[in-house]
């Protein structure tokens, strides 16, 4: 059973800035470093969206539209974690936002595998 675990969200003003986390405590460095891994979000009524990927060797990046320039995902194999800079929020940041394990390089939410129970970021203006 993979052990994700988010932390770092909270309730902030526009034009903040936060950084998420996403520790696995399920796998050593070794294995944990072949997946890609995701950070996803969903807002109160809305379906489950994605924000941003990188893949194993954390140098291939992706960003959804939405928080392309503002976002930064980075990992570190040697502390089986991923994190998720996140500037210059807005109100439509806010949302539950939860970290996934793929071995696959895909945005499709059903393509990840294990998943945290998410971390709630709150943007007010």
């Known amino acids: 059973q993979v052990q994700l675990t988010e932390s770092g969200g909270e309730s902030v003003q526009a034009g903040d800035s936060l950084r998420l986390s996403c520790t696995d405590s399920?796998?050593?460095?070794?294995?944990?470093?072949?997946?890609?891994m995701g950070w996803f979000r969903q807002a109160p009524g809305k379906e489950r969206e994605f924000v941003a990927r990188?893949?194993?060797?954390?140098?291939?990046?992706y960003y959804a539209d939405s928080v392309k320039g503002r976002f930064i995902i980075s990992r570190d194999n040697a502390k089986t974690a991923v994190y998720l800079q996140m500037n210059n929020l807005t109100p439509d940041d806010t949302a539950v936002y939860y970290c996934?394990?793929?071995?696959?390089?895909?945005?499709?939410?059903?393509?990840?595998?294990?998943w945290g129970p998410g971390t709630q970021v709150t943007v007010s203006s």
């Open positions: 399920e796998h050593p460095e070794h294995s944990y470093s072949t997946f890609d």
């Open positions: 990188i893949g194993a060797d954390a140098e291939n990046t």
């Open positions: 996934a394990q793929s071995n696959m390089w895909s945005n499709r939410a059903s393509d990840y595998l294990s």
